[in-house]
């Protein structure tokens, strides 16, 4: 099989550039990857051959013209399902959604789009985004490319799945609570959530609004750090969007960022009860920061293990109110069965959401009904403020980016915690804190473990700095040795 698929964004963009290539023979590299090894990992929910090849030939069109767009020209890109685009279907891997086509495009695909990118189908997840393995997909679970019996982690699990499996040069995912930084953390690929306000909410379904952004996956930093660029921008469509410069984060990327630099370390995200090989890993790719130059200084986040009930109240407080769209009249799942108005709501939503959906609504619900508001939602929301106090205070003290693990171990067995919402929700123990707080935050592979999983390393940056934290990443991967280790999947 050909090994293109297996090539780096940067890699490809300078084939492309050269004529060593063109966009129609990688987006078939990509395709015929997919389709003879996606049965084992079932990251795609939905792929439209045609389509993207159209897209191939209309870049290589425009290059031939010497039209081209910039470097994401004629590079296959593919989207979480929870991404709108025109005339594709839209289903957040829900039944409610199984056969809404969306009826407009997010802001993030236009600026694709505007870049000549070649849109390659749609990729599983837990279902509107709520889970930390995709077993929560209605569609059933993707698998780890690492090791087929294993989660990928979640929300967006078929977006890290894709990228380490090759099936794309590079994805989108969402991030609410760490969906984009856990699953490139079990999956060994690079996954960023930017500062909440960087990239357009515009066209992405709502799960958490306050919490919610689209990120990119990636095989390298420098390919995270074209992508971002290429979707980040300020949107009136969006009223959380902010007008920011956007500098060309991959051509600034700095090799040699970590000489002089402050790293905080808090003491909060390396608890006695973690997994001793995370631990390892975590405590050996500090030393090799120290070694290049970094100072490393123990801090702080005091309010750390409030995040995981904070989070679990205002996520489930605002997807409730979010999920109140899907009531079977519109555009959703409508019950055969009702007797009356009543009853279609009822049994519509009852056959639509699944189980984990359902906990949440009823959860978040219960924690804005009068009554309750204030000692859950109000309180949490006071909680927060605390939590990026924490932050703020440790950037203040000189710090210039906050080092963790991503996630508390690598991949699990399938099945394993399904059983037990408790347990999966303590998976988000170290990303969900980035996500109250609205910072950026990136998960680089640093290791891996005796059974040869991947670990992550997260990186936690400044608002809006993203330039810095990406520099950070990069040098930091570089130290590690894991760019271009990939899953031996055939
Ligand atoms: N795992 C978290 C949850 O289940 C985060 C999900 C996300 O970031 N979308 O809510």
Same mark, same amino acid.
């Given at each position: ?19 060593? +290539? ?6 078939? /590299? ?5 389709? &003879? ?13 045609? @389509? ?69 189908? $749609? ?5 509107? /985004? ?9 569609? #059933? ?6 090791? @087929? ?11 890290? *799945?894709?990228?380490?499996?090759? !099936? ?8 609410? #609570? ?18 909440? #306000? ?15 952004? %689209? ?19 300020? =949107? ?11 500098? =060309?984060?991959?051509?600034?990327? =700095?090799?040699?960022? @970590? ?10 995200? @390396? ?22 130059? *970094?100072?490393?200084?123990? +801090? ?12 679990? +109240?205002?996520?489930?407080?605002? /997807? ?15 019950? *055969?069965?009702?007797?009356? +108005? ?46 990026? $106090?924490?932050?703020?205070? &440790?950037?203040?003290?000189? %710090? ?9 171990? &690598? ?25 109250? /707080? ?8 640093? *290791? ?8 992550? !390393? ?33």
């Amino acid at each position: 099989m050909s090994d293109i698929a297996l090539k780096s964004v940067k890699e490809l963009s300078d084939m492309l550039a050269k004529g060593e +290539i063109s966009s129609v023979e990688l987006t078939k /590299a990509y395709i015929e990857r997919t389709a &003879a090894l996606d049965g084992k990992v079932h990251a795609f929910l939905f792929k439209d051959e045609r @389509l993207a090849l159209d897209g191939a030939e209309a870049s290589d069109k425009r290059r031939a013209r010497g039209e081209t767009l910039g470097a994401l020209d004629g590079i296959p890109v593919s989207l979480k399902d929870v991404i709108a685009v025109e005339n594709q279907p839209l289903t957040c891997a829900s039944k409610m959604l199984e056969h809404y086509v969306s009826p407009y495009t997010a802001t993030s695909v236009k600026n694709l789009q505007a870049r000549g990118a070649v849109l390659w189908g $749609r990729l599983n997840m837990d279902e509107f /985004a709520m889970g930390s393995s995709c077993e929560n997909s209605a569609f #059933g679970p993707t698998h780890n490319p690492w090791d @087929l019996s294993r989660i990928p982690g979640g929300s967006s699990g078929g977006s890290a *799945a894709a990228v380490a499996a090759c !099936f794309c040069a590079c994805s989108l995912g969402s991030d609410t #609570g760490g969906s984009i930084r856990q699953p490139a953390s079990l999956c060994g690929v690079v996954g960023m959530k930017p500062t909440y #306000g960087l990239v357009s909410r515009y066209g992405l379904a709502a799960f958490a609004s306050s919490l919610d952004q %689209i990120g990119p996956f990636a095989r390298t930093v420098q390919d995270a750090a074209m992508l971002l660029g290429a979707v980040a921008s300020y =949107d009136p469509k969006d009223s959380t969007s902010v007008k920011v410069p956007i500098p =060309d984060y991959a051509a600034n990327l =700095d090799e040699n960022w @970590l000489k002089g630099k402050k790293l905080g370390l808090p003491k909060e995200y @390396l608890p006695d009860g973690l997994d001793a090989q995370v631990r390892a890993a975590i405590e050996k790719s500090v030393e090799k920061c120290a070694a290049a130059g *970094a100072q490393i200084v123990e +801090i702080s986040l005091p309010h750390t293990e409030l995040a995981i009930p904070v989070y679990y +109240i205002i996520a489930t407080a605002e /997807a409730s109110s979010n999920l109140a769209r899907y009531d079977g009249v519109r555009y959703t799942h409508r019950s *055969a069965k009702a007797k009356d +108005i009543v009853d279609l709501y009822y049994k519509s939503r009852a056959e639509g959401f699944g189980e984990e959906v359902k906990r949440r609504i009823i959860l978040g619900s219960y924690v804005l009904s009068s009554g309750y508001y204030d000692a859950y939602y109000l309180r949490a929301q006071k909680v927060r403020t605390l939590i990026r $106090r924490d932050f703020e205070k &440790a950037f203040e003290s000189g %710090i210039d980016a906050v080092i963790a693990p991503t996630s508390p171990s &690598a991949a699990f067995k399938l099945g394993e915690k399904v059983s037990d919402p408790l347990e999966m929700y303590l998976n988000d123990i170290f990303t969900i804190n980035v996500n109250l /707080a609205g910072l950026p935050g990136i998960s680089v592979p640093c *290791a891996l473990s005796a059974e040869g999983l991947p670990i992550g !390393f997260q990186i936690i940056g400044k608002p809006f700095d993203e330039q810095n934290l990406l520099s950070c990443a990069h040098s930091c991967e570089e130290l590690f040795g894991m760019r271009g280790v990939l899953p031996n999947l055939q």
